[in-house]
């Protein structure tokens, strides 16, 4: 059995992997390097509860130092990593020592995406140290504008507006969410915030952003301009990949692994947002960078690093959370797909399926999560049908699973 698996990463992927491992008989010794200063804790929780200031530190971690102890894991934070032997199988940490592995899993997460050129005043939300200061400014200044639509942009906004702030969003998709959700979607939470307050202006292109007299301004390349006291850049994120590129590690889009979360060096796998999977389907490697994919990747690395059988992969999916509205998404939507939704009898309530040749292949949910999770199923079983048994709200979606599995229609 290996003596010492070393962890670098204490996101939800890494969190997880070293849970799993003990879950799993593993008896060795497990190390789990967090470069952060606090334990593992729910992220998701960064734009919403922390942001707002009603996170409770119980709720915010995902275990107690008691339990990481009883778990027997060696929790080192504030700790990173500047290189790895691959040929020793030993990495060098910030502070100089050296520490030897029998296996390494990379789950660095991604940082921030930053807009190119200088920028004045702009902050980013990617952890729990990002959060004071821009909470500061937005409950100081009474205004924030957010550059971006996706998911932490659209969070933070619905935040801000709960602390009183007058909010922009501008963005350069057609409608926000565009990543996750399809359009029809997009226009729901576009609609959401309008009527909370909130100004969302689409395919705006930035040119840059200045500084001065305590207000921000961004201006678009085609000349229109907004101000206010602070500007959140939410752009996505980028895998943290340069410990593994340095180590010659093959890299991507993300540190590149095989199935088995397997790098291309020995004894070394990665997980979480830094990893770019590969899919047998698409001869593609893919990142995922959910909250629940990190965790599914953490419990599949920790059997794969022990050698054993792996889960069937799951269906990515996540969900976010504005003005007290749940919308979750499953798989992974298209531009070209053709979209259908089905609405319910709840006012506001809807799915809408991307479908590709009749198949399903994402979803996206305004509530109903028990359709979300019919529709996951759905895409993992591959289920097809003509756009018009899709079309039928007569059908429940749970019909269409049964009609598929007495069928054998995939």
């Given at each position: ?10 996101g939800?992927?890494g ?5 799993t ?7 060795g ?10 334990l593992?804790?729910?992220r998701?929780?960064?734009s ?5 200031g ?5 709720r ?5 130092a008691?339990s ?5 894991v ?6 990173t990593?500047?290189?790895i ?8 940490l910030?502070t100089g020592?050296t520490?030897?592995?029998d ?11 930053e807009?190119?050129g200088?920028e ?10 990002d959060?004071?200061?821009l ?7 009474g ?12 969070e ?6 709960g602390?009183?702030?007058?909010v ?13 959700a399809?359009?029809v979607?997009g226009?729901?939470c576009r609609n959401l915030?309008?009527?909370n307050g ?7 292109v ?11 301004t961004?201006t678009a390349v085609?000349?229109r ?7 959140l ?12 590129r ?6 991507g889009?993300?540190?590149?692994v095989?199935?088995?979360?397997t790098?291309s ?10 990893a770019?999977?590969y ?8 990142r ?5 994919s990190?965790?599914s ?6 059997k794969?690093?022990?050698?054993q059988s792996?889960p ?7 969900w976010t ?5 749940t ?7 298209h531009?070209e797909?053709?979209?259908?939704v ?17 198949r399903?292949?994402a979803?996206?949910a305004?509530g ?5 999770r ?6 993992a079983?591959r289920?097809?049908h ?6 039928d709200t007569?059908?429940p979606?749970?019909e269409?699973a049964t ?6 229609h995939?």
């Amino acid at each position: 059995m290996t003596a010492r698996i070393v962890i670098v990463g204490a996101g939800i992927a890494g969190a997880t992997a070293a849970r799993t491992l003990r879950t799993e008989g593993f008896t060795g010794e497990i190390v789990l390097l967090g470069a952060e200063d606090r334990l593992p804790y729910r992220r998701p929780m960064v734009s919403k509860e922390l942001l707002a200031g009603t996170a409770n530190e119980r709720r915010l971690l995902l275990e107690s130092a008691q339990s990481w102890r009883e778990l027997e894991v060696e929790v080192r934070l504030g700790t990173t990593v500047d290189g790895i032997d691959v040929d020793r199988d030993r990495i060098r940490l910030g502070t100089g020592e050296t520490l030897g592995y029998d296996a390494l899993l990379l789950a660095t997460g991604a940082r921030a995406r930053e807009l190119p050129g200088p920028e004045s005043g702009a902050y980013t939300l990617r952890t729990a140290a990002d959060v004071d200061a821009l909470r500061a400014a937005v409950v100081n200044g009474g205004s924030l504008l957010v550059v971006g639509g996706g998911l932490v942009g659209c969070e933070a906004a619905a935040t801000a507006r709960g602390l009183g702030a007058a909010v922009t969003i501008v963005h350069a998709a057609d409608a926000p969410l565009e990543r996750v959700a399809p359009q029809v979607v997009g226009e729901h939470c576009r609609n959401l915030h309008a009527d909370n307050g909130v100004d969302i202006h689409d395919a705006v292109v930035l040119d840059r952003i200045d500084g001065g007299d305590g207000d921000v301004t961004a201006t678009a390349v085609d000349g229109r301009r907004w101000t206010a006291a602070a500007v959140l850049v939410a752009i996505g994120a980028e895998p943290e990949t340069e410990v593994a590129r340095q180590a010659g590690l093959a890299v991507g889009d993300g540190i590149l692994v095989d199935e088995s979360y397997t790098t291309s060096a020995p004894n070394i796998f990665a997980a979480g947002d830094a990893a770019a999977v590969y899919d047998p389907e698409f001869g593609v490697h893919r990142r995922a960078e959910q909250w629940n994919s990190a965790q599914s990747h953490g419990v599949a690395v920790a059997k794969a690093v022990l050698g054993q059988s792996l889960p069937a992969e799951e269906v990515t999916w996540g969900w976010t959370t504005q003005y007290g509205v749940t919308i979750q998404f499953a798989g992974r939507p298209h531009a070209e797909d053709e979209v259908v939704v089905r609405t319910t009898d709840t006012p506001g309530q809807f799915i809408a399926l991307s479908l590709r040749a009749g198949r399903l292949v994402a979803a996206a949910a305004v509530g109903g999560p028990a359709d979300l999770r019919t529709a996951r199923s759905l895409i993992a079983d591959r289920t097809t049908h003509a756009l018009e048994t899709w079309s039928d709200t007569t059908i429940p979606l749970l019909e269409l699973a049964t009609a598929t599995e007495l069928s054998g229609h995939h």
